[in-house]
C-alpha cells in the first residue's frame, strides 16, 4: 500500500513568525521559515487521516486543497494540537459523516472540556460538528493501516507518538520511556521534536533530538515543533546528512507491505 504524508505544520506552539516578533527567522524570506502549529496528513487507500487539529486547521485544509477527513488521531489535548476541531464542520456536509476522533484518556477528556458544545448534544439546529471519540488502548486499524501508539513523557503529560508501517511521529516530550524504544525499531523514517538550541522542561533540544536519532536509528529524521530560534538553512546546514528540519508542505511518499 502507498502512503502520502504531508507536513501540515511543523512550528511551535506560538508559530511561526510570532506575532509581534521582528528576530531573523521571523522576518525571512525563505518560505521555510515559515511554520504553522504541528500536524501531519496521511493519504492512503481513498482514505485521510490527521494527527492533531492545529488553529491553523483551516489554513492547512485549504493551503493542501484536503477534499475528505476520515478521521484524527489525538498526540495529546494542548491547544495547538486541538483548537482547529471545529473547522471539521464542512467535511460533516459530505454525506453528514462524522468524523471519528481517537486519544488516551486524557486528550479525549480534554478535548469534550475545550469543545464541551460539541458532545452536549443538546442542539438540535446543526452548525456543530459532528464527531465521535475512541479511547486509544492499544494499535487501531484505520482504513487497512495500522497505528501502534508510542507513550511518551512531556512533563508530567503523558503524550502519544503513532507508528505506521515505517514511518513514526513523534511529538511534543521531553522523555521517551524506555518501554517505548521497542515499537521504534527498523523505521524508513521518524518525527521528532526538536524545538531550539536553549533548553525546554517539556520539549527536546536539537543536541537532544540528535542523540533520539542515534540511539533509534532511522533510515531518515525529522525535526518538528520548531520555535523562532532555529533557521530552516543555516539549521540544516549542521545538521547530518541523514537529518532534516521538516517544513510546512514537506510530502514524503512511502510504501507498507
Ligand atoms: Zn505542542
Ligand atoms: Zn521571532
Do not use: C, E, K, Q
Given at each position: 500500500m502507498r502512503i502520502e504524508l504531508t507536513v501540515l505544520g511543523s512550528g511551535t506552539?506560538?508559530?511561526?513568525?510570532?506575532?509581534?516578533c521582528r528576530c531573523a527567522v521571523c522576518t525571512?524570506?525563505?518560505?521555510?521559515?515559515n511554520r504553522t502549529r504541528p500536524s501531519i496528513m496521511l493519504r492512503y487507500n481513498e482514505h485521510v487521516v490527521l494527527v492533531d487539529t492545529t488553529p491553523d486547521f483551516r489554513f492547512q485544509m485549504l493551503r493542501e486543497q484536503v477534499d475528505r477527513l476520515d478521521a484524527v488521531l489525538y498526540t495529546h489535548s494542548h491547544a495547538d494540537h486541538i483548537?482547529?476541531?471545529?473547522?471539521v464542520r464542512p467535511f460533516n456536509l459530505q454525506e453528514t459523516k462524522v468524523i471519528p476522533i481517537y486519544g488516551n484518556r486524557q486528550a479525549i477528556d480534554g478535548v469534550r472540556r475545550v469543545f464541551k458544545y460539541i458532545f452536549d448534544?443538546?442542539?438540535?439546529?446543526?452548525g456543530v460538528p459532528l464527531v465521535q471519540d475512541h479511547l486509544i488502548n492499544g494499535p487501531i486499524d484505520l482504513f487497512g493501516l495500522e497505528f501502534v501508539p508510542v507513550r511518551v513523557m512531556h512533563g508530567y503529560l503523558e503524550v502519544l507518538g503513532f507508528r505506521f508501517g515505517p514511518v513514526a511521529y513523534l511529538t511534543d516530550y521531553n522523555r521517551i520511556p524506555d518501554?517505548?524504544?521497542?515499537?521504534?525499531?527498523?523505521?524508513d523514517v521518524i518525527f521528532l521534536d526538536a524545538l531550539r538550541h536553549m533548553s525546554h522542561p517539556t520539549h527536546m533540544t536539537v543536541a537532544q533530538a540528535l542523540q533520539e536519532v542515534e540511539k533509534i536509528a532511522p533510515r531518515r529524521a525529522f525535526f518538528t515543533?520548531?520555535?523562532?530560534?532555529?533557521?530552516h538553512e543555516e539549521t540544516n546546514a549542521k545538521l547530518p546528512d541523514h537529518v532534516r528540519l521538516c517544513y510546512d508542505g514537506m510530502r514524503l511518499e512511502f510504501d507498507t507491505d
Open positions: 506552539s506560538m508559530g511561526v513568525p510570532t506575532i509581534s525571512s524570506p525563505d518560505p521555510h521559515d483548537l482547529g476541531l471545529d473547522d448534544g443538546n442542539y438540535p439546529f446543526g518501554s517505548s524504544y521497542p515499537l521504534l525499531r527498523d523505521l515543533h520548531i520555535a523562532h530560534d532555529l533557521g
